[in-house]
Nanobody, 116 residues
Framework: QVQLVESGGGLVQSGGSLRLSCVVSGFPFSDFAMNWFRQAPGKEREWVAL????????RYRDSVKGRFTGSRDDAKNTAYLQMDSLKPEDTATYYC?????????WGQGTQVIVSP
């Protein structure tokens, strides 16, 4: 059974930092890229970052470039999203997701609230 468990969310002031973690089990973690999405209240879910399996390169949506850093530790089957210089508009529930050749798997989400 594939499981993704996020943690690390919380309440932080504008300009602060949080580090999200996503632990994956029951899945060949090192063989596939990890993605992070977020969904703000009343808005559609949007892609935030990708951490590739190849060289562990990362890509980001424009609004978080330079502030967010994605990484992974394959030995721990864990992905991370370091979020710095947080802004109120980053407030959302953050999800990690991984996809094999046929199916996508999602975590339950972790809530991030950034106060002004």
């Amino acid at each position: 059974q594939v499981q993704l468990v996020e943690s690390g969310g919380g309440l932080v002031q504008s300009g602060g930092s949080l580090r999200l973690s996503c632990v994956v089990s029951g899945f060949p973690f090192s063989d596939f890229a990890m993605n992070w999405f977020r969904q703000a209240p009343g808005k559609e879910r949007e892609w935030v970052a990708l951490v590739d399996k190849i060289g562990k390169r990362a890509r980001y949506r424009d609004s978080v470039k330079g502030r967010f850093t994605g990484s992974r530790d394959d030995a721990k089957n864990t992905a991370y999203l370091q979020m710095d210089s947080l802004k109120p508009e980053d407030t959302a529930t953050y999800y990690c997701t991984i996809r094999d050749y046929s199916e996508s798997y999602w975590g339950q989400g972790t809530q991030v609230i950034v106060s002004p």
